[in-house]
Nanobody, 118 residues
Framework: VQLQASGGGLVQPGGSLRLSCAAS????????MSWYRQAPGKQRELVAF???????KYADSVKGRFTISRDNVKKTVYLQMNSLKPEDTAVYYC?????????????WGQGTLVTVSS
């Protein structure tokens, strides 16, 4: 299983970014997909997940600003991040193989760095 994350970068507060995570080696359409993030000096936290049935859930800190979506044909999960804040600065990881929202799976992408700063 491989998860390839991309789309991170430097953005000003209030700006937007879209992260992508392309999967291979799994039956993508039946797997829940999650995004986690880890800020410097902090524990990794769940940001959002989307089930195979496209049910979504978000951390309270990103509700109304972030949107998770999936394209089963492209085997890719996305995280649209709007109204970014400095506290969103972190390395973002995609994940699959676990129980969405309860425990992360064994499969992680390599991480993509998002820096929100003026």
């Amino acid at each position: 299983v491989q998860l390839q994350a991309s789309g991170g970068g430097l953005v000003q507060p209030g700006g937007s970014l879209r992260l992508s995570c392309a999967a291979s080696g799994i039956i993508f359409s039946i797997n829940a997909m999650s995004w986690y993030r880890q800020a410097p000096g902090k524990q990794r936290e769940l940001v959002a997940f989307i089930t195979s049935g496209r049910t979504t859930k978000y951390a309270d800190s990103v509700k109304g600003r972030f949107t998770i979506s999936r394209d089963n044909v492209k085997k890719t999960v996305y995280l649209q991040m709007n109204s970014l804040k400095p506290e969103d600065t972190a390395v973002y990881y995609c994940n699959t193989g676990g129980v969405a929202g309860i425990t992360p799976g064994d499969y992680w992408g390599q991480g993509t760095l998002v820096t929100v700063s003026s």
